[in-house]
């Protein structure tokens, strides 16, 4: 069982070192080994050991993630404001993704057919969201400006670059989260 105080490394190594040296259970058949395991009948005293151990333990993490919620960097992404939820979703999202290449995406083998896939869609993603959309949307702010200072020209022609970069910022996002949807299976680590 896991405590929010244990040591995770020191509980890893003892646990391997019990794998290594302790006793082993040879199973034949899985279905009879789960229906030993979901028929096994404990004593009353030990049912009532076992509850309360889990009890607290669920009551420990309770309290511990009051104080420490999970997923703090993706947290911290939530303005402090009124947000629309069509940013909010692609503020969330973004903050996975990069969270995941930064983190944990070199914690696995992406060199497979389709691991191969998914990992080069999220680096190339990663490059999106950290390198092309700050341009774009730089590139916007300096069309916009641009366009604000041309008084003269009639409003579509004015105004035909911001909607093409505002256009191809809108695709690329899109493709960035049903990206997301379909590779979702592959963030697990």
């Known amino acids: 069982m896991n405590w929010p105080w244990t040591n995770q490394k020191k509980e890893l ?3 391997l070192k019990e794998a290594e040296e302790g006793p082993f259970i040879e199973i034949k058949n899985i279905d009879d080994f789960f229906d030993q395991i979901k028929n096994k009948k404990y004593s009353f005293w030990q049912e009532c050991w076992l509850s309360i151990k889990f009890k607290s333990n669920d009551f420990f993490w309770y309290v511990y993630s ?7 960097r993706i947290r911290k992404v939530i303005p402090r404001r009124w947000c629309d939820l ?3 979703t692609l503020l969330l999202n ?15 083998a992406w060199d497979q057919s389709e691991h191969k896939l998914a990992g080069d869609w999220l680096r190339g993603t ?7 959309r700050p341009t774009l949307q730089e590139q916007f702010s300096a069309a916009l400006t641009i366009a604000s200072q041309q008084r003269s020209l009639p409003y579509a022609e004015r105004y035909s670059e911001t909607n093409r970069i505002e256009a191809l910022i809108d695709e690329k996002d899109k493709q960035t989260l049903e990206g997301l949807a379909i590779f979702r299976p592959y963030l697990w680590s």
């Open 13 to 15: 190594e003892r646990r």
């Open 66 to 72: 009051l104080f420490k919620p999970s997923h703090q």
């Open 86 to 88: 069509s940013e909010l």
């Open 94 to 108: 973004f903050e996975i993704i990069k969270s995941y290449v930064e983190e944990e995406m070199d914690s696995i």
């Open 126 to 132: 990663y490059n999106y969201i950290t390198v092309e």
